[in-house]
């Protein structure tokens, strides 16, 4: 996998063993929350720091080489349960696995707080009150409290895709968006190639 590619699904359901195990012992400390966010900072980390990312996943690095080296750079600066997390994973050869991580982490908190991620990637960024309209749409298909992970693309023509775990939007909320794709267009004063709100399946990307 290279460094800022998406896990895949095979990725993930080994993570899981280890999100699952985290997420106990968070939860016993009240920690659920702050542990999920740890995670996500965690992986952007990783986006600016590719060499990180590197020593985590090379073979040629050994297991007692890598384990002195993550107390050195995370003690004190890290959770005990991310750190102990990370330290487990490379013990099992899995120290690679961080971004899955996060991801099936994301996917138990979710599961168990009744909550959902959503990413929208529009043209220009939504004003509050298109963002209020998204979520509540979105709430409505899901049935579950929805937050908004939102990316600004210049490359696009016009309109919003959008990525709602690995559901499809039915035809209700579909319009729902597309009513909100319209108002989007007349704000941005963008000519749009066609009138349809594009959702994207994760798996798909």
């Given amino acids: 996998m290279s460094n800022t590619s998406k896990p895949n699904e095979q990725e993930i ?33 990783l986006d ?21 080296m993550l107390d050195r750079l995370f003690e004190g600066s890290m959770s005990e349960i991310l750190l102990d997390t990370l330290q487990v994973m490379n013990q099992k050869g899995r120290s690679g696995l961080v971004r899955a991580l996060s991801e099936a982490y994301r996917e138990e908190f979710e599961n168990r707080t009744g909550r959902v991620t959503v990413s929208v990637r529009t043209a220009v960024a939504l004003t509050e009150n298109l963002r209020q309209q998204l979520l509540e749409a979105i709430s409505r298909f899901t049935g579950r409290e929805a937050s ?25 909320v579909a319009k729902d968006l597309r009513q909100l794709e319209t108002q989007f267009l007349d704000r941005a004063s963008l000519e749009s190639r066609n009138d349809n709100v594009y959702i994207v399946e994760s798996s798909s990307e």
Avoid at 48 to 68: C, H, N, Y
Avoid at 149 to 170: A, P
């Fill in 148 to 172: 908004l992970l939102e990316t600004v693309d210049g490359s696009l023509i016009g309109g919003m895709i959008l990525l709602v775990g690995d559901r499809k939007i039915d035809s209700s």
């Fill in 13 to 45: 359901s080994v993570a899981r063993i280890y999100a699952r195990s985290a997420y106990a012992l968070a939860d016993e400390q009240g920690a659920t929350a702050s542990l999920h966010d740890e995670l996500e900072e965690f992986v952007k980390q």
């Fill in 48 to 68: 600016k720091e590719p060499a990180l990312e590197r020593f985590l996943s090379s073979p040629l690095v050994e297991t007692g080489e890598r384990k002195q």
